[in-house]
């Protein structure tokens, strides 16, 4: 089992930044073996694929409307992976989601991961 735990959301202004974290843990885990991913589901809306990286770090991959603005990264030393977001919009008010699937590879869909956190609420107001 692994467990999920993010922290860093908020209220935030519009143009405004925030860092999300994603602390993973487990009893026999291996943070590097994990691709991590970040959703999030906006009020009335499906989740919707963020960004992704792979166990590694070498690899990231990117939602095309979040390019540019969002950046995820890992320290896996410290288990956690991160994603920085910057020139925050009303419209990127969501919870945010990490999630992990013990994989070598990028992983955009969410439905291929098989852990999840609990989520992270972000407001930004305009």
């Known amino acids: 089992q692994v467990q999920l735990v993010e922290s860093g959301g908020g209220l935030v202004q519009a143009g405004g930044s925030l860092r999300l974290s994603c602390a993973a843990s487990?009893?026999?885990?291996?943070?590097?073996?994990?691709?991590m991913g970040w959703f999030r589901q906006a009020p009335g809306k499906e989740r919707e694929f963020v960004a992704a990286i792979s166990g590694s770090g070498s690899s990231t991959y990117y939602a095309d409307s979040l390019k540019g603005r969002f950046t995820i990264s890992r320290d896996n030393a410290k288990n956690t992976v991160y994603l920085q977001m910057n020139s925050l919009k009303p419209e990127d008010t969501a919870v945010y989601y990490c999630?992990?699937?013990?994989?070598?590879?990028?992983?955009?869909?969410?439905?291929?991961?098989?852990?999840w956190g609990q989520g992270t609420q972000v407001t930004v107001s305009s």
């Open positions: 487990g009893r026999t885990f291996t943070f590097s073996n994990y691709a």
């Open positions: 999630a992990a699937r013990r994989s070598n590879i990028v992983i955009v869909t969410a439905t291929a991961y098989n852990y």
